[in-house]
């Protein structure tokens, strides 16, 4: 059960929300996800079959998808160029959800959302709404022991996010995207929910799952009344889906309601970080490993 607050279901800025959530939907995958003796051919297929099955699940009955990206900070890079793997990849999707993505890409790793949303934005701005599909993909095939977690995020939790996205040209004020060195990237992010939370009092604020250690010093960069409740033991770092596990795990409490807004952020291990303010549609479809 959450501890945190009620938050605040009007926007602080803007009259029309810059990026109107309709689906937020998390699905763990089994860790292996695959056994050592399987192909790199058959887990790309597998992989990508399972991604299609949960776009199929949760954006099939959204009005037409303007735009399909994949982002991820652990998925194969294998997947993610030009190579056949990546095509067997994306060919499974399609069966499954009958589109490719559009792109995929981890070059962001746990920011991605952010800057697909901005440019996501940026085209809106020439040709008005536009209803994105992201999913964020976090499934290692290669089994590689580091995903597992080290020192710099803990343990990890890997898994599918699913998100339909209504982008708006405008405003543009409500999402803050930078990056700073390593060594004070935890502290950037801090100054920065900081500044983004000042004029946006009242609201939820979704930071990424860390370690005890890491949260206390993020914490002590800004006023942490409003953050959520730490869900890193239930599910551990889960890279890019962090904060919108963390809004599912509010939603689920009763501590946040579709219709209200809320501000995400995420953190790369690279120094880029991620920080938007999002509204819930009121008609919000939202489920946790496939419960409505």
């Not at 599918?160 to 992010?189: F, H, K, R, Y």
């Not at 942490?224 to 730490?230: G, N």
């Not at 509010?250 to 995420?266: F, K």
Request: hydrophobic share 40%; proline share 6%; glycine share 8%.
């Amino acid at each position: 059960m959450s501890n945190s607050p009620p938050f605040a279901s009007t926007p602080s800025l803007g009259t029309v929300p810059a990026f109107r959530v309709h689906t937020v939907a998390y699905r763990r995958t089994e860790t292996p996800f695959v056994s050592p003796q399987v192909s790199l051919e058959d887990a790309a297929l597998a992989l990508g079959q399972r991604v299609g099955d949960e776009a199929c699940r949760y954006a099939s009955d959204a009005d037409p998808i303007d735009d399909y990206v994949v982002s991820s900070t652990v998925l194969s890079q294998f997947l993610a160029d030009g190579s056949p793997h990546a095509g067997y990849f994306q060919e499974a999707i399609a069966s499954h959800y009958g589109r490719r993505p559009d792109w995929v890409t981890n070059a962001y790793e746990c920011t991605g959302w952010g800057f697909i949303l901005r440019y996501i934005q940026g085209k809106a701005q020439f040709n008005g709404r536009r209803r994105l599909l992201l999913q964020i993909v976090d499934t290692d095939i290669h089994n590689f022991t580091y995903w597992l977690g080290n020192n710099r995020w803990g343990k990890s939790g890997f898994g599918i996010c699913t998100l339909v996205i209504d982008v708006m040209p405008e405003p543009n004020n409500m999402l803050l995207i930078g990056t700073a060195s390593q060594a004070n990237a935890l502290l950037q992010l801090g100054r920065s929910l900081r500044s983004f939370t000042e004029s946006r009092p009242g609201l939820g604020i979704a930071v990424p799952f860390f370690p005890e250690m890491s949260r206390r010093a993020l914490f002590k960069c800004f006023d942490t009344a409003c953050v959520h409740a730490d869900h890193y033991q239930r599910f551990g770092h889960s890279f890019g889906s962090d904060p919108w596990l963390s809004l599912l795990a509010e939603l689920g409490a009763g501590s946040a309601h579709p219709g209200s807004d809320c501000i995400v952020s995420s953190l790369a291990m690279n120094g880029y970080f991620s920080i938007a303010q999002i509204t819930l549609a009121p008609d919000l479809h939202f489920a946790l490993e496939g419960e409505l």
